[in-house]
């Protein structure tokens, strides 16, 4: 009888998105008796996912003890396609026709849903709210009949659409115009750097198009410029250059140039003009690519489709397990089940913990000497901004807000570049909230309102809200990497105290009350959970405490972001929002697919048939 080799080992350290679906990849596409793979997750199983996860809340003798469910991480889905792309790559289960779960609709169901995953559109895309109480709603797409919705909700979408455009119309002449010029710009950038900068597949097709719009009015479009000079050339009300900007907070960066920076602050904290493809993904009324999206069952669905991917593709699964340290023999870990720890053997390992942690904490040679788990992180990188996250359940439904608010300051041009410092690096005014009421400074933040979209996010009559307030980073302390890792984590939520918390509240409950039907909100507030960054450091071991990862600078861009294979170790890759491409799920979902074809390309060099 032939003698087969044993199965190889891959072991892949967190259950986030990363590793969830670059576990999936390389188990789909190697034959399964000659891979195993298994997923080691310092959290529970109701964790599952890290931060694209949901958690429910339920208070007594309110609503009928039902739940609230509110998200921890991300709140809006974008490229939908790279979700679908997952389960059609790696599914195992028959699509079949019929009437989709919680939908209207009868046809054929996607790859994607055919798992549980069902991804409704959310039209508009957001509303803005400046903070001389000025709404406007943006991202309508041309094609809402094909969003499962009545003729009558069509009509009445068409009606705020022209709402809008009138707005638009007011707050510069032509704005309306102004607007869907830089759209198309942006939809130029999105097409061109979707492929060629993000997927790192050359598409030599989208290059005319995105050359035309940089040199376009003299190069005023050149997209390394700092973005605000492109605004600054396109627009002349304030209010449109912040509509026109939100989505860097995504990116970890400021919108306007830094003066006091080589070329502006572009390599590091201020995001250059191409970001703007941000706002082409979220609000293009034709571009592909383009929509918001909703997971009917919150986030965490998007990580129970992807759990039961994985069980179909025989993947092992190691909870409330914590990875101490990971060398190329194998890793290090410690159980919460009172069984201990030690080592296990792997052939691979891939890390999706976040880079700047596990490059300090896991992969360092001071590890070695580490009895336990720590938490330290690198700060030698730029990091995106902290959030203090409010998780707010209300007796009553909050019809004034849309799925997706922004609420911003632009009374003036210097309060809009203001409303920015917490990310402005080197800039004394990001230490404010420590030292002044946020009620006397601009500041913007977003807000989420699931039942708008989905009402299983709150009990008949009642809501969910999860407001996101932008605030600095932990500030880092090497000595407390010494310290057990749960007195560590201890000493750094200590840097966002109650009173911090109380104040940032109270300004956040006076901006919600310029709309109408929100001037008493807090009287029907019924439970609240509050994370800061040091609760994010606590769940999920990132650098910092920031939620969003490492900035996207063009220090920190492509290229010069962390790569997937760290120099230190020679057989472990890395995945994940800190690492290539960026974060956010559908990047993290492209990074996925890049480092598993990367992994099985060190996996046949180990003599692996692959099929």
């Known amino acids: 009888q032939p003698q087969h080799p044993p199965p190889q080992r891959v072991i892949i350290v967190g259950a986030g998105v990363g590793g969830l679906a670059t576990a999936a990849r390389i188990k789909s596409t190697l034959p399964s008796t000659n891979t195993d793979v298994l997923i080691i997750e310092k959290n529970g199983r109701d964790q599952l996912g890290g931060r694209c996860g949901s958690f429910d809340v339920t208070v007594e003798n309110y609503c009928n003890d039902g739940a609230f469910r509110h998200e921890r991480g991300p709140s809006l889905l974008l490229l939908k396609e790279e979700y679908e792309r997952l389960f059609e790559d790696c599914g195992k289960r028959e699509s079949s026709s019929g009437t989709i779960p919680n939908s209207d609709v009868s046809r054929p169901a996607t790859a994607a849903e055919a798992y549980g995953l069902q991804m409704k559109q959310c039209i508009p895309a957001y509303q803005v709210v400046f903070d001389d109480g000025d709404a406007i709603s943006v991202g309508f797409p041309r094609s809402k009949c094909q969003s499962g919705l009545s003729i009558e909700e069509i009509k009445e979408l068409q009606m705020l659409e022209q709402e809008s455009i009138a707005k638009l119309n007011r707050l510069e002449t032509d704005g309306s115009k102004k607007w869907q010029e830089y759209l198309n710009t942006c939809a130029a950038f999105l097409d061109c750097g979707l492929p060629n900068f993000i997927e790192e597949r050359l598409d030599v097709s989208t290059l005319p198009a995105f050359m035309v719009e940089a040199l376009k009015d003299g190069a005023k479009r050149w997209p390394l410029q700092p973005h605000s000079a492109m605004l600054d050339a396109l627009f002349d009300s304030p209010k449109l250059k912040a509509m026109a900007s939100f989505q860097d907070l995504y990116v970890g960066l400021e919108p306007y140039m830094n003066e006091q920076q080589f070329g502006g602050g572009v390599l590091r904290k ?5 970001f703007g493809l941000l706002a082409a993904l979220e609000l293009h009324p034709t571009n592909g690519k383009a929509g918001v999206y909703a997971p009917v069952g919150g986030f ?3 990580a129970e489709s992807m759990l039961e991917l994985c069980l179909d593709n025989d993947i092992e699964f190691k909870f409330d397990t914590s990875v101490t340290r990971i060398t190329d023999e194998g890793v290090y870990f410690t159980s919460k089940d009172d069984k201990g720890g030690g080592f296990l053997p792997a052939d691979l390992i891939i890390c999706n913990a976040d880079v700047p942690f596990a490059t300090e904490t896991l992969l360092s040679e001071s590890s070695k000497d580490v009895d336990g788990e720590k938490y330290d992180w690198n700060d030698k990188f730029d990091y995106s901004s902290g959030v203090i996250a409010f998780h707010w359940s209300f007796s009553q439904r909050i019809e004034a807000l849309n799925t997706h608010n922004v609420f911003m300051c632009a009374k003036n041009a210097e309060d809009a570049v203001s409303s920015w410092s917490v990310l402005r690096d080197g800039d004394d005014s990001k230490k404010s909230t420590n030292n002044n009421s946020m009620k006397d400074q601009p500041f913007n933040f977003y807000v989420h309102r699931a039942s708008h ?9 009642c809501d969910s809200i999860m407001v996101l307030v932008p605030c600095t980073p932990l500030v880092r302390n090497p000595e407390l990497a010494l310290l057990p890792r749960d007195e560590a984590i201890l000493k750094y939520k200590q840097q966002f105290d109650e ?4 104040d940032v509240r109270e300004a956040v409950m006076e901006r919600l009350s310029i ?16 994370d800061t960054p040091g609760t994010y450091a606590d769940y999920y071991n990132v650098g910092g405490g920031v939620p969003f990862g490492l900035s996207h600078g063009l220090g920190q ?44 390309k060190k996996l046949q060099r180990k003599g692996l048939n692959i099929q």
Request: charged share 15%.
């Open 499 to 502: 009173d911090l918390v109380n």
């Open 453 to 461: 979209t989905d009402e299983s996010a709150a009990p008949p009559g």
């Open 300 to 302: 965490r669905q998007v």
């Open 270 to 274: 201020t995001a250059p003009a191409v």
């Open 515 to 530: 709309l109408q039907g929100l001037e008493s909100l807090q009287e029907k507030l019924i439970n609240e959970v509050v």
């Open 557 to 600: 861009l492509s290229l010069t972001r962390p790569g997937a294979a760290p120099r230190s170790h020679g057989n472990v890759l890395f995945v994940g929002a800190s690492s290539r491409p960026g974060n956010g799920v559908p990047l993290v979902l492209i990074g996925a697919r890049l480092v598993a074809k990367k992994a099985i």
